[in-house]
């Protein structure tokens, strides 16, 4: 069975960069565009990892997390986030993500990120 990955991010652009490098890693890629959808997804494919946005519409990436890791407290989630978002990344870190990536996502970063994590 092939690992999966959720990349939730609401700019198209994003998700389809992540795929690019995550696919490279031969994993699976499913995609939500928003928190929302991203809890949904989670709860419907238990993915081996999540990569999830902090700034989004509809639900956040924050409200996100609360909901995956009430879903599954062992949840893997990696937050992606702009620099100037540090208390966010602070506070998604102490309710339960793993690690965080920085926006623009240096492919390397990303790599490594996932290959720590699974």
Known sequence: ???TVLVTD???FMRMRLRKIIEGLGLDV???GDGEEAVRMYKE???SLVLLDITMPTKDGLQALKEILAEDPNAKVVMCSALAQQTAVVAALKLGARDF???PPDPGRVVQAIKRLM
């Open 101 to 103: 990536i920085v926006k």
């Open 30 to 32: 499913l995609e939500a």
């Open 10 to 12: 609401d700019a198209k």
């Open 1 to 3: 069975m092939v690992a």
């Open 45 to 47: 494919h238990r993915p």
